[in-house]
């Protein structure tokens, strides 16, 4: 067995890591055709990745010309501990109120903790209020989990 087969993390696994994962690096692809990289939170939702983003930062001005996107979730302070998921695809953009309103409420739950409130919902409701929602439409998925190599290099 190759050392790729070695490290790849069933599906599974895959799922488990990117919901417990915290920073998401984004890339989309600038006018000029330099990647433009930035760290989201992010939230899984019905199996995909989501984040929400001002309607007019760069990502999204980009995303809009050219729905590419590369994401990648990863940890590990040594080799051994190195795991990681990046995923090529399309981005889709979600501009419905509602659906921005529901995707932050998720992201503010998973950073921050329930919502208890009135005020934080219409906090967040206005938070929102310039967003938008890019939802990570996979095509490629890569996994690598050296712990699964227990030690041997």
């Known amino acids: 067995m190759s050392r790729r087969e070695q490290i790849r993390m069933t599906d599974a696994e895959v799922q488990a890591y990117l919901e417990s994962g915290r920073d998401l690096q984004v890339a989309s692809i600038g006018a000029d055709g330099a990647p433009h990289l930035v760290t989201m939170w992010y939230v899984v939702r019905d199996g995909a990745l989501s984040f929400w983003t001002y309607a007019k930062s760069q990502k999204v001005v980009n995303l809009r010309r050219d729905p590419r996107i590369s994401v990648l979730v990863s940890s590990g302070a040594t080799y051994e501990e190195l795991r990681g998921v990046s995923i090529q695809g399309t981005a889709e953009i979600v501009d419905d109120p509602e659906a921005?309103?529901?995707?932050?409420?998720?992201?503010?739950?998973?950073?921050?903790?329930?919502?208890?409130?009135?005020?934080?919902?219409?906090?967040v409701r206005a938070m929102g209020a310039k967003r938008v929602v890019i939802v990570v439409r996979p095509e490629t998925v890569v996994s690598w989990d050296h712990g699964k190599l227990a030690g041997a290099y």
């Open 100 to 123: 921005v309103l529901e995707c932050g409420l998720a992201i503010y739950e998973r950073y921050w903790g329930p919502v208890t409130s009135d005020l934080e919902r219409d906090g």
